[in-house]
């Protein structure tokens, strides 16, 4: 008994140096550098507006992949360009009608900003092209428009080359049969960093 309790005290005596010693070590960076490759899952609206009302096409879940260079230009920033396409689920019919959105394709740059040693916050700009389908009774086709897209995200790093983000996203591809075409998306999903 007296072993164990002399055992005990000892450990205990050791836990504070432990912590101590942990904290006087510096956070190091897991990397915000390089090729990153990501898989996306998200949720999106297609919208158009006129005469100041705007007109859900439908909301639905997005899915796709992003494929980037990030390059760091400082001790706290890094910059580089993107791609990404996003297929969707998005579907409005009336009885055999249907107007159907494909997908989205994004290329631009993007900017983030380190916050922690785990954690980068970044802005993206770019070109977006959406493309539609219909499908309806008196034939079918298909047609895209491009646009401006931005959105603001974070990563989150959970070791060297691995990586979560959480990311909203706005496009804007002008006027389209008369209507402001607009999208709005919310994604989230895992990167992979060499």
Known sequence: MKITLAL???LLACVPGM?????AEPATEQGFDGVRVEARL?????????DGDIYKLGSAVSYGG???FDLKVGNKVVVGPYATYEFSSVKLCDGADCLKEDGNLGVGGRIGVIVSPT?????????ANIKFS???????????KGGVQGAIGVDVNFGKHFYGFVEGNYGDYGEYF???LQRRHVAAGVGLRF
């Open 8 to 10: 005990c005290a000892a």
């Open 19 to 23: 912590a101590a010693a942990q904290d």
């Open 42 to 50: 998200g949720y999106e609206t297609p919208t158009v507006s006129g």
């Open 66 to 68: 992003e494929i980037g």
């Open 119 to 127: 954690v980068l916050i970044y802005a993206k700009a770019g070109y």
């Open 134 to 144: 219909v499908d309806s009774s008196i034939g079918t086709g298909s047609d895209s």
């Open 178 to 180: 008369g209507f402001n």
